[in-house]
């Protein structure tokens, strides 16, 4: 078993900047591949970046390529989004997802274990 609790999301204007966590406790953190996915309103969850288990190679969305850095810390079995020159389409929950697998897919079924959401609100 995996839990993942998010922080970090809030209210920024567009052009701004946040830095999501998901601090992960239980099965071995840096085995895990993992990911973060948003849902924003009226739409179907998508993937949005990941990250290898083991060597940390990383896989991102086209829509937040070059805005968006995702990092993990095995140590403190925490993984990290920096988000850059947010855009108000960026509106969104965004979810940590993890899967028993140190590869990563941008499919939502192939994900384990999710945590509970953090609301991230970008105005114009």
């Known amino acids: 078993q995996v839990q993942l609790v998010e922080s970090g999301g809030g209210l920024v204007q567009a052009g701004g900047s946040l830095r999501l966590s998901c601090a992960a406790s239980?099965?071995?953190?840096?085995?895990?591949?993992m990911a973060w996915f948003r849902q924003g309103p009226g739409k179907e969850r998508e993937f949005v970046a990941g990250i290898r288990g083991r060597i940390s190679i990383t896989y991102y969305a086209d829509s937040v390529k070059g805005r968006f850095t995702i990092s993990r810390d095995n140590a403190k079995n925490t993984l990290y989004l920096q988000m850059n020159g947010l855009k108000p389409e960026d509106t969104a929950v965004y979810y940590c997802?993890?899967?028993?697998?140190?590869?990563?897919?941008?499919?939502?079924?192939?994900?384990?274990?999710w945590g509970q959401g953090t609301q991230v609100t970008v105005s114009s």
């Open positions: 997802a993890a899967r028993e697998n140190v590869v990563v897919t941008t499919q939502r079924t192939d994900y384990d274990y």
């Open positions: 239980g099965r071995t953190f840096s085995n895990c591949g």
